[in-house]
């Protein structure tokens, strides 16, 4: 099962369109997240790529973009502020509810994350939020700016080194953080809240939690982050941080997309629709249970694999199991096999029985088998002849016949 990643590109508050990512699952999504990462930072920094890769690994699919002026979105950063970010996430999650379902999980990295707080009444969908390093108080992000802060307050705008990058800031921004108060807001918060800090961040204290967790209401729930770093920028503090968002996440989170029940095995072979997308099915052989889907491309999820790689898959086991059960009776050296098939529709040879003019297709699986062993070429070449003889090639060479019944279910 391979997971899908598609670039999406919508409207932001200020006009300008805004680019995003979203990261799809292997298979239905159970549920819809939306992140928001740091000031000043893009929805590339390493703690979103971890959290969106885990949580699709629990099928919750991930929306993440660039606040205006930021990343790869366009726009400038100058004109805007705390406002016009909770504006672009409201707008994110429209996207979202417009084209597969709203967003039930917010998360936010920093100040991300006090504009998940701060958003979260406005979006009835959500049942969770999670926040890694944030600030309880928005105003706390001046402390970045310096020195030259007075300078804004005075002439109205100036020009802030933040992390080795120069942005303009306005006194109205100054005064947009300080009208915001989240505090106030995660106590209004209806959903479940998680809030993980780094004991020993430098950037944001780790006071701001105790902050935050003290105002909100239960379910409420504290990680620490021990050894992280503001940014996670260790790959094991955001894998970590990753894991627990989406461990804990999935109490609150309701599946929108269930799958029916697997079907009991009331045959040696029964197969059934999941009731998620065109071809998902459930397979159920004995007391096996596995998924059969289709290619993206053809407009599968990929979650399983096709009828043909099983028919393929039949083919290159059986072919396995034959020449070791030869190889054992004959005493023979063979240490491994491995059977690789591949299966493609190709023109038959005989055109006496094309229909109008078409070249009829046959079906062609191209079988490489690998031996391992101290073979002679005598011993290599009757396992080559009995290949041939496996059941299964047998029956696709030979003449089949399928009788089906069609038969009203409840």
């Given at each position: 099962?391979?997971?899908?990643?598609?670039?999406?590109?919508?409207?932001?508050?200020?006009?300008?369109?805004?680019?995003g990512r979203l990261d799809l699952?292997?298979?239905?999504?159970?549920?819809?997240?939306?992140?928001?990462?740091?000031?000043?930072?893009?929805?590339?920094?390493?703690?979103?790529?971890?959290?969106?890769?885990?949580?699709?690994?629990?099928?919750?699919?991930?929306?993440?973009?660039?606040?205006?002026?930021?990343?790869?979105?366009?726009?400038?950063?100058?004109?805007?502020?705390?406002?016009?970010?909770?504006d672009d996430l409201r707008l994110?999650?429209?996207?979202?509810?417009?084209?597969?379902?709203?967003?039930?999980?917010?998360?936010?990295?920093?100040?991300?994350?006090?504009?998940?707080?701060?958003?979260?009444?406005?979006?009835?969908?959500?049942?969770?939020?999670?926040?890694?390093?944030?600030?309880?108080?928005?105003?706390?992000?001046?402390?970045?700016?310096?020195?030259?802060?007075?300078?804004?307050?005075?002439?109205?705008?100036?020009?802030?080194?933040?992390?080795?990058?120069?942005?303009?800031?306005?006194?109205?921004?100054?005064?947009?953080?300080?009208?915001?108060?989240?505090?106030?807001?995660?106590?209004?918060?209806?959903?479940?809240?998680?809030?993980?800090?780094?004991?020993?961040?430098?950037?944001?204290?780790?006071?701001?939690?105790?902050?935050?967790?003290?105002?909100?209401?239960?379910?409420?729930?504290?990680?620490?982050?021990?050894?992280?770093?503001?940014?996670?920028?260790?790959?094991?503090?955001?894998?970590?941080?990753?894991?627990?968002?989406?461990?804990?996440?999935?109490?609150?989170?309701?599946?929108?997309?269930?799958?029916?029940?697997?079907?009991?095995?009331?045959?040696?072979?029964?197969?059934?629709?999941?009731?998620?997308?065109?071809?998902?099915?459930?397979?159920?052989?004995?007391?096996?249970?596995?998924?059969?889907?289709?290619?993206?491309?053809?407009?599968?999820?990929?979650?399983?694999?096709?009828?043909?790689?099983?028919?393929?898959?039949?083919?290159?086991?059986?072919?396995?199991?034959?020449?070791?059960?030869?190889?054992?009776?004959?005493?023979?050296?063979?240490?491994?096999?491995?059977?690789?098939?591949?299966?493609?529709?190709?023109?038959?040879?005989?055109?006496?029985?094309?229909?109008?003019?078409?070249?009829?297709?046959?079906?062609?699986?191209?079988?490489?088998?690998?031996?391992?062993?101290?073979?002679?070429?005598?011993?290599?070449?009757?396992?080559?002849?009995?290949?041939?003889?496996?059941?299964?090639?047998?029956?696709?060479?030979?003449?089949?016949?399928?009788?089906?019944?069609?038969?009203?279910?409840?």
């Amino acid at each position: 099962m391979t997971r899908t990643r598609q670039q999406v590109t919508f409207t932001g508050s200020l006009g300008t369109p805004l680019a995003g990512r979203l990261d799809l699952p292997a298979g239905p999504p159970h549920a819809f997240a939306l992140f928001a990462h740091c000031f000043t930072c893009s929805k590339d920094i390493v703690a979103a790529g971890r959290i969106a890769a885990e949580l699709n690994g629990h099928g919750i699919g991930v929306l993440r973009f660039d606040f205006t002026g930021l990343g790869s979105s366009e726009g400038d950063f100058t004109n805007t502020d705390f406002s016009s970010n909770l504006d672009d996430l409201r707008l994110a999650a429209g996207w979202l509810r417009e084209h597969h379902a709203a967003p039930q999980l917010l998360i936010g990295h920093s100040l991300g994350g006090a504009a998940m707080i701060a958003v979260a009444a406005d979006l009835p969908e959500v049942r969770a939020v999670a926040t890694l390093g944030a600030p309880a108080d928005v105003a706390h992000i001046t402390r970045l700016f310096g020195p030259q802060l007075p300078v804004i307050e005075q002439q109205g705008r100036a020009m802030v080194d933040i992390a080795g990058r120069c942005f303009t800031i306005r006194r109205e921004m100054l005064d947009d953080l300080s009208a915001h108060s989240i505090e106030e807001r995660a106590g209004q918060l209806h959903a479940a809240l998680l809030v993980a800090h780094a004991p020993a961040d430098n950037i944001v204290g780790i006071d701001n939690a105790a902050r935050i967790y003290a105002a909100a209401r239960h379910p409420k729930s504290f990680l620490a982050l021990d050894g992280a770093d503001h940014l996670l920028t260790r790959p094991d503090d955001a894998i970590y941080a990753a894991r627990m968002i989406a461990c804990w996440s999935e109490r609150f989170l309701i599946d929108e997309h269930p799958a029916a029940p697997s079907p009991s095995a009331s045959a040696p072979v029964v197969v059934a629709e999941t009731g998620q997308g065109t071809f998902l099915n459930h397979v159920v052989v004995g007391d096996h249970r596995f998924l059969a889907d289709e290619p993206v491309d053809v407009g599968g999820f990929d979650a399983g694999p096709s009828p043909y790689d099983l028919l393929g898959a039949a083919l290159g086991a059986c072919t396995s199991m034959t020449l070791r059960l030869y190889a054992d009776r004959k005493g023979l050296p063979l240490d491994r096999v491995t059977v690789e098939v591949s299966h493609a529709k190709t023109h038959a040879q005989d055109c006496d029985a094309c229909v109008e003019g078409a070249a009829p297709l046959v079906d062609h699986f191209q079988r490489r088998i690998v031996v391992a062993g101290d073979l002679d070429d005598d011993q290599r070449a009757a396992l080559l002849r009995i290949a041939d003889k496996c059941p299964v090639h047998r029956t696709l060479e030979g003449t089949t016949h399928i009788s089906t019944t069609l038969v009203q279910g409840p």
